[in-house]
T-cell receptor, first 114, second 109 residues
Framework: ETGVTQTPRHLVMGMTNKKSLKCEQHLGHNAMYWYKQSAKKPLELMFVYNFKEQTENNSVPSRFSPECPNSSHLFLHLHTLQPEDSALYLC?????????????FGPGTRLTVT | GQNIDQPTEMTATEGAIVQINCTYQ??????LFWYQQHAGEAPTFLSY??LDGLEEKGRFSSFLSRSKGYSYLLLKELQMKDSASYLC??????????WGAGTKLIIKP
């Protein structure tokens, strides 16, 4: 495996379910990100981890809970979601948090909340 | 507030040239990225500008004017595979990446 992988690629869940999204990067990067992408809206940064430590939480509702056990893996735990949480969830990684460090994205998980 | 403006959609003809503009108002500036995103796929890096001027990479070029808060992505010799969304993103003074909503480019034969 190379680059950034995400599983599952598609997820349908009810509002009372609990599920987790998984991201893995094989690039030796130190920073990882979760983004939410909704149609015709800018990418919304949710969480940033650098060397396994959370550095950003952009006022994300507590029904989204991130976990970063090591620099290569990132999880997003989901519970009691709302229909408006339906979106594409993208994981990304970068070498560090320096300005010019480009982010490498995974293919995303298409989430539908029913 | 911080804002990135891009046209929502553009149409161009195969073989032609198209310029996608991006204007920004951010708290500080530490660089600007362009990404390409095909439908249903991950965004992929195209270019990074931090100094004024034109950066050329094959058929794609990116221009930056920091004094005008303006950038453009120039695509030459358009191919059908260039149909995608193009995302502009600015690094602000806190090294946060501020994203535009993207420009959907449609290429017609």
């Amino acid at each position: 495996e190379t680059g950034v992988t995400q599983t599952p690629r598609h997820l349908v869940m009810g509002m009372t379910n609990k599920k987790s999204l998984k991201c893995e990067q094989h690039l030796g990067h130190n920073a990882m990100y979760w983004y939410k992408q909704s149609a015709k809206k800018p990418l919304e940064l949710m969480f940033v981890y650098n060397f396994k430590e959370q550095t950003e939480n952009n006022s994300v509702p507590s029904r989204f809970s991130p976990e970063c056990p090591n620099s290569s893996h990132l999880f997003l735990h989901l519970h009691t979601l709302q229909p408006e949480d339906s979106a594409l969830y993208l994981c990304a990684s970068s070498q560090g948090l320096a300005g010019g460090d480009e982010q490498y994205f995974g293919p995303g998980t298409r989430l539908t909340v029913t | 507030g911080q804002n990135i403006d891009q046209p929502t959609e553009m149409t161009a003809t195969e073989g032609a040239i198209v310029q996608i503009n991006c204007t920004y108002q951010t708290s500080g500036f530490n660089g600007l990225f362009w990404y390409q995103q095909h439908a249903g796929e991950a965004p992929t890096f195209l270019s990074y500008n931090v100094l004024d001027g034109l950066e050329e990479k094959g058929r794609f070029s990116s221009f930056l004017s920091r004094s005008k808060g303006y950038s453009y992505l120039l695509l030459k010799e358009l191919q059908m595979k260039d149909s995608a969304s193009y995302l502009c993103a600015v690094i602000d003074s806190n090294y946060q990446l501020i994203w535009g909503a993207g420009t959907k480019l449609i290429i017609k034969p």
